[in-house]
């Protein structure tokens, strides 16, 4: 395997797929909006580019490659979320999407029950230019905490957000998450892995430590159940599924060529920490995609989701 690979993907030497027994079927993003979306935020909050302490800075085609992203995840999860609220969406609910980049999860959402209501926030404006009266968007820096009230939501998600937050922030979040929890709300968190099992332990803990010494949650992802505990939340339920990297046909490949974005994006940062040229990291680049399809090698999608208990009347 390609030592690259093995050092910033976590659990991607998977040869099996495991999957959720609680599915929901995919939506169709498409909308048919009968009012003017919601926007918050000042103007000078309204970002074009992430903050410099987070780990990548997106590109111009950020947009497309989270929409991207989310198609993929969909589809490797056969679903949009794994707690049993079917019915409470369709009875109509509040819902707030933490980190929900182009937010097209929640447009996904918002679409299959419209009798909920829809939140997201962000720390740059990248929401859809679309009509829909029960999606809302804020800009804000959820590390600052969140500007909802009290007890507002019936379900929270937050996913993919290890390169934005230390462990300082996660904690600090996962206390807001269940500030901003009605009393036996749903609350569940996904990520990928960004280290391996591997046999490569000089290049693993060197990544590790970089990670480590700048306050991240490197293994955040093999730990879910217990940082959402931090939320309040209880009755967890976690799990894996793993997605193939440039190989298995068109998903595959759909996976790798994001995959590489992503690693490309969050070059500078490695590359600093590694103190290696472009040149060389190119070069481990094209050895992930060799070595990926050579292996049949999976990346690992974990997630974790649980009821957030306030009071003691209320049962997990």
């Not at 987070?54 to 085609?61: A, M, R």
């Not at 990248?126 to 379900?155: K, W």
Request: contains cysteine; hydrophobic residues 40%.
């Amino acid at each position: 395997y390609a030592l690259f690979l093995r050092i910033v993907m976590g659990g991607c030497l998977s040869l099996g797929r495991q999957s959720s027994d609680d599915r929901h079927p995919p939506a169709d993003p498409a909308l048919v909006p009968p009012s003017p979306i919601e926007r918050t935020g000042t103007a000078s909050e309204a970002a074009t580019k992430a903050p410099s302490s987070y780990l990548i800075q997106p590109g111009s085609d950020e947009a497309e490659r989270l929409r991207q992203r989310h198609f993929t995840i969909r589809w490797a999860l056969d679903c949009n979320f794994h707690p049993p609220i079917d019915e409470l969406l369709n009875r109509g609910i509040s819902v707030l999407d933490v980190g929900c980049g182009s937010a097209q999860w929640l447009l996904d959402m918002a679409e299959v029950y419209q009798t909920s209501q829809f939140y997201g926030i962000d720390i740059v404006d990248r929401f859809p230019n679309i009509h829909s009266s029960n999606l809302h968007f804020t800009v804000g820096d959820v590390r600052q905490g969140l500007p909802y009230s009290d007890d507002t939501f019936e379900f929270v998600n937050q996913s993919l957000m290890v390169m934005a937050f230390t462990d300082q922030d996660w904690t600090a979040l996962m206390k807001e998450l269940r500030r901003v929890c009605k009393p036996g709300a749903w609350v569940e968190l996904m990520e990928e892995g960004l280290f391996s099992w591997s046999e490569v332990e000089r290049h693993l803990e060197e990544n590790s430590l970089a990670m480590d010494q700048h306050g991240y949650r490197t293994h955040v992802a093999l730990s879910l159940g217990k940082t959402l505990a931090e939320a309040g939340a209880h009755t967890i339920t976690t799990g894996f599924v793993s997605i193939p990297l440039n190989w298995g046909g068109t998903f595959g490949d759909l996976a790798m060529a994001n995959f590489l974005r992503f690693l490309d994006l969050w070059q500078p940062w490695l590359r600093s920490i590694r103190g290696i040229t472009a040149e060389a990291y190119k070069a481990e680049l094209d050895v992930v995609q060799e070595e990926s399809r050579m292996y049949n090698v999976y990346l690992n999608l974990h997630y974790a989701y649980g009821q957030v208990v306030k009071d003691a009347s209320i049962n997990a």
